[in-house]
């Protein structure tokens, strides 16, 4: 198999497990978690099979022209970054989908739970091997509303409801200004290519727009990886059955923030500016997060204020 070959069903394959599993939601759970469990497994073998390639500084990229009006191309791209976080979301995906099969009790909509779960991984891996940030936006808020679908999937649950609402308010609308800074940052570097505006530091830092972008990303950065002031919604969305929990809000989806700042460290980075900001909030965060969950006794509560913390770190 190609390298190309192997991003694009990379990317494809929990997207195929989603909606088979939901053409056989009638299935037993444990149909739907040996689907979800095998495509994990799968994912991660596919991985493994290019990180030799990938660390020795090669590098794996594809690309195919989507909407070309508008700059936006289905274009992959697999370096020793986008590597870490997909083993990263492919491991503790394979184990939270063994868990979550014997936590769920009888009679719960496994097929809808599994094929949640699923969508949230195929836009978390989008996340880390987009090549493009419009492509990467796309991904982005697919997180959030599949998030959103997963904090509240005990729709009897007061809690779950209002975790799910808090959760998609705040990072959704963090979204949204992160297109915003997207925007910008693509058409000051003239091109929404990754690699290009990666490699533009000088004319982004030297335009009249560059603390706007900077704002706008850092805001929607902090917003997805619950730093403060934005860290409240993290503990209301552990609601979540805990499979959610560990999965989206201990191991995956609030590593995003930190993602996208180390992916875009090389052309933001090195401002008096980014620096005040990301070690002020990161370290607020840090010292906060830590004090609050020494008095916490509930485990997820610990869990919740413990991971904002990190975070911050």
């Not at 697919?142 to 999937?153: K, M, P």
């Amino acid at each position: 198999m190609t390298p190309s070959l192997t991003l694009i069903l990379l990317t494809v394959l929990p997207f195929a497990a989603a909606i088979l599993i939901a053409g056989l939601a009638d299935r037993g759970r444990g149909v739907h978690a040996l689907i979800a469990a095998g495509a994990s497994a799968l994912g991660l073998a596919l991985v493994i099979s290019v990180a030799g390639r990938v660390l020795d500084g090669g590098g794996i990229a594809t690309s195919a022209s989507w909407v070309p009006a508008i700059g936006l191309d289905f274009s992959l791209l697999m370096d020793p970054l986008g590597l870490m976080f997909a083993g990263l979301i492919l491991g503790i995906g394979l184990l939270v989908m063994i868990f979550a099969h014997f936590y769920l009790a009888e009679g719960e909509a496994t097929g809808r739970f599994f094929a949640t779960l699923m969508l949230f991984q195929g836009a978390m891996l989008g996340i880390v091997i987009s090549g493009n940030v419009l492509l990467l936006l796309v991904f982005w808020e697919l997180t959030s509303l599949s998030s959103f679908l997963l904090i509240g999937f005990w729709r009897h649950n007061p809690d779950a409801r209002q975790g799910a609402r808090m959760a998609l308010a705040i990072t959704g609308g963090g979204g949204l200004v992160l297109i915003a800074g997207m925007l910008l940052l693509g058409v000051v570097a003239g091109s929404f290519d990754l690699l290009t505006i990666l490699q533009s530091r000088e004319v982004v830092q030297a335009s009249p727009h560059y603390p706007a972008i900077l704002i706008l990303i850092l805001i929607g950065c902090f917003t997805k990886s619950a730093q403060f002031p934005f860290h409240f919604w993290l503990p209301h969305a552990m609601a979540a059955p805990t499979p959610v929990s560990a999965y989206l809000h201990s191991a995956t989806m609030v590593k995003a923030g930190v993602f996208l700042l180390a992916r875009l460290w090389p052309v933001l980075s090195g401002t008096e500016l980014y620096t005040v900001i990301v070690t002020l909030v990161g370290l607020t965060t840090m010292l906060f997060g830590a004090w609050v969950a020494i008095f916490r006794h509930d485990l997820k509560a610990i869990l919740a204020y413990s991971t904002i913390s990190q975070l911050g770190l």
